[in-house]
């Protein structure tokens, strides 16, 4: 009986609220269930030896025959540790120059110096990440003006050394002002009051830092470093591809170009889902694991 | 004391910052109106009588930098009005506690933002619809975004209920209320949302990289990184040059020409659009 009613009053709240689901829900979900979940029974064929003309259907299966095949390439190792490195160092030296740029700009009392600091390092986040890679290969080409200054004539992208530090470089000048934005908000709206009574109490610089400015920013810290290292596996396609050369590529080789060019320059397609699935799940793995420590560690909150 | 260290260094560290970002954009700006010969034998110079425009006349004058830029502004332009409607919309629902099924379908939502079915499961997909080499496998698979819709969501929880009550009561169904009442409120979160997409399409290039495979059909990026990274300005912008070194002089300052009018329409939308950026960090950060 109870069910019956509880169904009855369903069909008539889906009756009285139909636009509800079809006209506001309905673009997102179609969207979302065609180019997200479509897709995601496509990774199939990463135990297949798919092929396109007979489809899902009609390709072989093969269990785990393309992980072993990868997990057991010396190649796909050093892609994962290039990728792994890449984003690791990335991290550890990208992720303090927000907070300090936002903590130094915070310092400055004259309200236009600081918008005009702030316009100019928010700049280089509009620029493309082909205009990017497209300055960096000028300014470090053999009769650039880098090796105009230093008087030698290194060919820095031919150069796999030069990789990591060009890229992680290159990523603090274009994201580091921009990612600046939201600590620069949360100090700017920080106890002012707090702020006055800590320097009427003869704090300096260092204690109003840890009792007013770092408790304004803490949990954005925090949630930031969930994400970058839950992210870890995940380094963007654009930018490495871009930066890639013949003669760079033993550490300019990550995951994600390795997924693209072997699935769709060679046509390996199942191959290529499996590297990408394994990816995927592993990144998976991060982001649950990293939150569970942060959680630990912060009173039991992660995100 | 200690006051003063670190305000000087603060000071100093800031300008660094400020001077390492100008510093190479000057340098492009500079060196694309400098003849190539003294810019490859001398470097910059402000001996004005070794500038030229030869670069901005050969690029402008190329075809394929227009027919791209044409693309960008459609490719953004589609993308932009298509993703916030359907993310605007979709966060309606999403933010009414009493909208049934709100936990399955933000079940649903939130589990793309963790997992997906990759590149090549997708191009399949993008390939079986017969969308290749179609504007809409670049606009459509990226159109809604679950983090926009939360932020949205956000946003919309901010509003009193009692709005959409009296409107209730005055007759107002869902879609008046939310286009007469609601989307006007909303005018902040729009244009940051805006913001966000039409950026992010302008500049990415991996999708029309894969799906796009006729020459005028390519947004600017492409059209860029055939120019700056593959090193094959287009044909017509050197072809009349007869000596091979000349040629690829040429075709080095044909870059830096390119970067600085490609880059134009940003920089002149700059600061119309900078004064979303606080406001819009303000809307991210509220966590849904």
């Not at chain 2, 030869?54 to 190329?62: D, E, F, K």
């Not at chain 2, 819709?149 to 901010?158: E, G, N």
Request: aromatic share 14%.
């Amino acid at each position: 009986m109870e069910a019956k009613a509880r169904r009855g009053s369903l069909l008539l709240y889906l009756r009285q609220h139909w636009q509800l689901y079809v006209i506001f829900l309905g673009p997102a979900l179609v969207i979302t269930l065609l180019f997200k979940y479509v897709p995601m029974g496509g990774i199939l064929i990463a135990f297949q030896n798919f092929n396109p003309i007979k489809g899902i259907v009609g390709s072989q299966w093969v269990g785990g025959y393309h992980f072993r095949r990868f997990l057991s390439s010396p190649d796909f190792m050093r892609y994962l540790v290039n990728t792994l490195k890449l984003s690791v160092y990335g991290l550890l030296w990208g992720f303090p120059f927000p907070i300090i740029l936002a903590i130094f700009l915070n310092q400055i009392k004259s309200k236009g110096i600081k918008k005009k600091v702030q316009t100019i390092l928010y700049m280089p986040n509009f620029v493309s990440v082909i205009v990017l890679c497209g300055m960096v290969r000028i300014l470090l080409s053999v009769t650039g003006p880098v090796n105009g200054l230093f008087h030698s004539s290194i060919n820095f992208m031919t150069i796999p050394e030069f990789f990591r530090p060009i890229y992680i470089i290159s990523g603090i000048w274009q994201g580091a002002g921009w990612s600046s934005v939201m600590y620069t908000a949360a100090l700017s709206n920080a106890s002012k009051d707090l702020r006055e009574a800590a320097r009427l109490d003869g704090a300096n610089i260092w204690q109003q830092l840890r009792v007013v400015d770092w408790p304004a920013i803490k949990d954005m810290v925090v949630i930031q470093f969930i994400l970058s290292a839950g992210g870890i596996m995940s380094v963007g396609f654009e930018k490495a591809y871009a930066l890639q050369t013949d003669m760079n590529m033993k550490s300019s080789e990550i995951i994600a170009t390795y997924v693209y060019k072997k699935g769709l320059l060679d046509g390996d397609y199942s191959f290529s889902t499996a590297v990408g699935l394994f990816n995927t799940v592993i990144n998976l793995i991060l982001l649950i694991a990293v939150n569970k420590i942060v959680a630990r560690m912060n009173d039991g909150n992660g995100i | 004391m200690a006051d003063k260290v670190f305000k000087v260094i603060s000071r100093v560290f800031l300008a660094l910052f400020v001077i390492a970002i100008i510093i190479p954009m000057l340098y492009i700006v500079v060196a694309s109106f400098i003849d190539p010969v003294t810019l490859q034998n001398q470097g910059l110079t402000l001996d004005f009588k070794k500038w030229t425009l030869t670069a901005y006349q050969r690029v402008i004058s190329n075809n394929m930098i227009w027919v791209g830029f044409l693309n960008a502004v459609i490719y953004s332009v589609l993308f932009t009005v298509i993703s916030v409607a359907v993310t605007m919309l979709c966060a309606y629902p999403m933010s009414r506690r009493d909208f049934r099924g709100r936990g399955f379908f933000n079940a649903i939502f939130v589990i793309t933002m963790f997992f997906g079915g990759g590149l090549i499961p997708t191009y399949l997909l993008i390939s079986d619809l017969g969308l290749i080499d179609s504007v809409w496998a670049v606009v459509l698979p990226g159109a809604f975004s679950v983090w926009n819709m939360i932020i949205a969501r956000t946003y919309y929880r901010s509003i009193p209920n009692e709005l959409r009550e009296a409107a209730a009561v005055d007759g107002a169904g869902d879609v008046i209320y939310f286009f007469k009442i609601l989307m006007p409120l909303c005018k902040p979160i729009i244009a940051v949302l805006v913001l966000w997409q039409f950026v992010g399409m302008w500049n990415s290039y991996f999708d029309a990289m894969i799906y796009i495979n006729t020459d005028i059909k390519q947004p600017l990026q492409l059209v860029l990184r055939s120019i700056l990274i593959q090193n094959q300005p287009e044909p017509g912008m050197i072809a009349d040059i007869q000596s091979t070194a000349a040629r690829a002089q040429l075709a080095e300052l044909l870059k830096y020409a390119t970067i600085i009018i490609s880059s134009l329409p940003l920089i002149a939308m700059y600061p119309f659009f900078q004064k979303y950026f606080e406001s819009g960090v303000m809307v991210g950060s509220i966590k849904g």
